[in-house]
């Protein structure tokens, strides 16, 4: 089955840049897709296909992708972006729907 | 506004079954496809199972597959996720996600908040 691989933690100083990383070898024709989850909540979404922004989230927050690895950037990191992030993509026939690992981002 | 509301989460012992049910609104319900994502405690999300607006295609999790069952009765705007043999394993809470798709692809773009299923003697 298919699978989609995160760091499973990144630690960055407030305001600092914190960058999340994710492989899969469907991601040169996949888009990847980013989710925070806070602590006791559902997850949001913050990134869509690759680097769109939903409305309503903060422009520091961005995304990218280049061959097998999507990121998600987020320039100068506040205590309040703590989360759990998750990237989620397909395989390529797009019969499995699959979730990284996560990443448990730490901004102190 | 779109919400989803989950239901039907508790304590069960093994072998036994539950039924969940997502209540959704603020949206046209019957265009939509959706899906059933579970997360274990302290664990990442895992996709359970999805179904089309029509209910005509419907796929699943193998670490599911044969004992849950999906569903959906769009004249009552509900999704429901029928779960039998019940495993300590499915202990997780069960987030119903609403599925938007664009030309060649798709992902959740909205989630309910969530119901807990504890399996436990």
């Known amino acids: 089955s298919y699978e989609l691989t995160q760091p499973p933690s990144v630690s960055v100083s407030p305001g600092q840049t914190a960058r999340i990383t994710c492989s899969g070898d469907a991601l040169p024709k996949k888009y990847a897709y980013w989710y925070q989850q806070k602590s006791g909540q559902a997850p949001v979404l913050v990134i869509y296909?690759?680097?769109k922004r939903p409305s309503g989230i903060p422009e520091r927050f961005s995304g990218s992708s280049s061959g097998t690895m999507a990121t998600l950037t987020i320039s100068g990191a506040q205590v309040e972006d703590e989360a759990d992030y998750y990237c989620y993509s397909t395989d390529i026939s797009d019969d499995d729907r699959v979730f990284g690992g996560g990443t448990k981002l730490t901004v102190l | 506004e779109v919400q989803l509301v989950e239901s039907g989460g508790g304590l069960v012992k093994p072998g036994g079954s539950l039924r969940l049910s997502c209540a959704a609104s603020?949206?046209?319900?019957?265009?939509?496809?959706m899906n059933w994502v579970r997360q274990a405690p302290g664990k990442g999300l895992e996709w359970v199972s999805y179904?089309?607006?029509?209910?005509?295609?419907?796929s699943y999790a193998d670490s599911v597959k044969g004992r849950f069952t999906i569903s959906r009765d769009n004249a009552k705007n509900s999704l429901y996720l029928q779960m039998n043999s019940l495993r300590a394993e499915d202990r997780a809470v069960y987030y119903c996600?609403?599925?938007?798709?664009?030309?060649?692809?798709?992902?959740?773009?909205?989630w309910g908040q969530g119901t807990l299923v504890t399996v436990s003697s």
């Open positions: 179904i089309s607006s029509g209910s005509s295609f419907i």
């Open positions: 996600a609403r599925e938007k798709v664009e030309t060649d692809h798709f992902y959740f773009d909205y």
């Open positions: 296909e690759d680097s």
């Open positions: 603020g949206f046209t319900f019957s265009s939509y496809r």
